[in-house]
């Protein structure tokens, strides 16, 4: 029973250098996000989409670009490391419109390092 | 802009003592609450959530939380806690006026269990 998969869960970058975190859900859910975690700051939603093939920006979407190519995928690309990108990102599924009431199904996260 | 408020960002408290965390969100019109635990190097699991009906509401490893519409709080409880129970809790808020299960998370409230 996977649920939602993080990959890489570690990743250290150089500023400037360029990655992908990888979110696979086998839940067959429409909607899926990926926010960011620091401290004192809760999580705070990077892009989220409403199903395949869609995106959309959430509360800190700059420097950052995702997509949504099959349903059951949500990449999250960072062009050009900066160390204000140092966090630790988690991506979330829902079962979107109609059937679900809010409430995310969370992968383990994926802690980035930019030095 | 709906927004969620922790007024404890740190919970100590002894093994077999009752705890509570305290949340207050911004508006009462068409939410669903929610709150979850983070483990330590963990994602974030629900903890309970409330939908509508009953007030009180009874999640995971004995806790329960009450909704209460006038003062627009959702606190956590727990009558006797554990070691186990040390993690970082957030309490969050579903915003059902928009298109996608906007999700605002509160600032968190690490809880530390003393033996």
């Known amino acids: 029973n996977a649920g939602v998969t993080q990959t890489p869960k570690f990743r250290v970058l150089k500023t400037g250098q360029s990655m992908t975190l990888l979110c696979a859900q086998d839940m067959n859910h429409e909607y899926m996000y990926w926010y960011r975690q620091d401290p004192g700051m809760g999580l705070r939603l990077i892009h989220y989409s409403v199903g395949e093939g869609t995106t959309a920006k959430g509360e800190v979407p700059d420097g950052y670009n995702v997509s949504r190519l099959k349903k059951q995928n949500f990449l999250l690309g960072l062009e050009s490391a900066a160390p204000s990108q140092t966090s630790v990102y988690f991506c979330?599924?829902?079962?979107?419109?109609?059937?679900?009431?809010?409430?995310?199904?969370f992968g383990e996260g994926s802690r980035l390092t930019v030095l | 802009a709906q927004s969620v408020t922790q007024l404890d960002s740190q919970v100590p408290v002894f093994e077999e003592a009752p705890v509570e965390l305290r949340c207050n969100y911004s508006?009462?019109?068409?939410?669903?609450l929610f709150w979850y635990v983070q483990y330590p190097n963990q994602g974030l699991q629900l903890l309970l959530k409330?939908?509508?009906?009953?007030?009180l509401v009874k999640g995971i490893n004995g806790f329960e939380a009450e909704f209460n519409k006038s003062q627009t709080s959702f606190h956590l409880r727990k009558p006797s806690v554990h070691i186990s129970d040390t993690a970082e809790y957030f309490c969050a808020v579903s915003d059902r006026k928009t298109s996608y299960d906007k999700v605002i998370f509160g600032p968190g409230t690490s809880l530390s269990v003393i033996p």
């Open positions: 409330y939908l509508s009906g009953s007030t």
């Open positions: 508006s009462s019109v068409s939410v669903y």
């Open positions: 979330a599924s829902s079962p979107g419109a109609g059937g679900g009431t809010g409430e995310l199904f």
